[in-house]
Every structure is written in structure tokens, then in C-alpha cells.
Nanobody
């Protein structure tokens, strides 16, 4: 079994910063793209940032210049540094990763895993 565990959410004032972490554990052979999504109340989940295994990054227009995604491959961990936070950044943040793992008959396969989500609240 593979698990993604997020941490680092919380309450911060507008203009402040938070750093989210998401660590993958379990039977992991490779990790391809790692992503952060967010979902605000009453809204659809949206893609915030992506980092490929080749360290290419992509960001939603709403967070460009304020958020930075990074990863530590040795720790199977992805981070999201969030600066200059705005009230509209308030949401539950989820990490997602494409992971090569193994089933109970020793067959390797790729699949997508999600973390449980971490709440980020930005007060005005």
C-alpha cells in the first residue's frame, strides 16, 4: 500500500506564508509527476502546481509568482511554499502523485494516489 500524508496547513493572516509537505510511503519504485490541488467550499477542485520527475514546473495563473513547488526525491516528498497568501487561497489542499508500486502478486503498475488534504485558511 502507498500512502500520501500532508502536513503544514493552518491559519495565517493575509500576506503571510505557509509551507505544505506531502510525503509518500509504502512500496514505491518510481514517482512521476507530483501535484498540488485545492478545493474551496462550493467550488471544484483545481490544479495549483505540478512538478514532473524532470523538475519541470507549472502553476495556475492565480498563484504564479507567489507559490513554489519543489520535491525531494530521496524522501519521496513534495512541498508547496506559499507566500503572499490571500483570503481567496483558503481551501483544502491535496497532493497527488503518479507512483509505480507493486501488487500482492509482485506485479508492478502505475497509479495515481491522493493525500487526505490539509486545510489552509487565510484571514483578511
Amino acid at each position: 500500500q502507498v500512502q500520501l500524508v500532508e502536513s503544514g496547513g493552518g491559519l495565517v493572516q493575509a500576506g503571510g506564508s505557509l509551507r505544505l509537505s506531502c510525503a509518500a510511503s509504502g512500496i514505491i519504485f518510481s514517482i512521476n509527476a507530483m501535484r498540488w490541488y485545492r478545493q474551496a467550499p462550493g467550488k471544484q477542485r483545481e490544479l495549483v502546481a505540478t512538478m514532473t520527475s524532470g523538475d519541470n514546473t507549472n502553476y495556475a495563473d492565480s498563484v504564479k509568482g507567489r507559490f513554489t513547488i519543489s520535491r525531494d526525491n530521496a524522501k519521496n516528498t513534495v512541498y508547496l511554499q506559499m507566500n503572499s497568501l490571500k483570503p481567496e487561497d483558503t481551501a483544502v489542499y491535496y497532493c497527488n502523485a503518479e507512483i509505480e508500486t507493486m501488487n500482492n502478486v509482485n506485479r508492478r503498475y502505475w497509479t495515481s494516489y491522493w493525500g487526505q488534504g490539509t486545510q489552509v485558511t487565510v484571514s483578511s
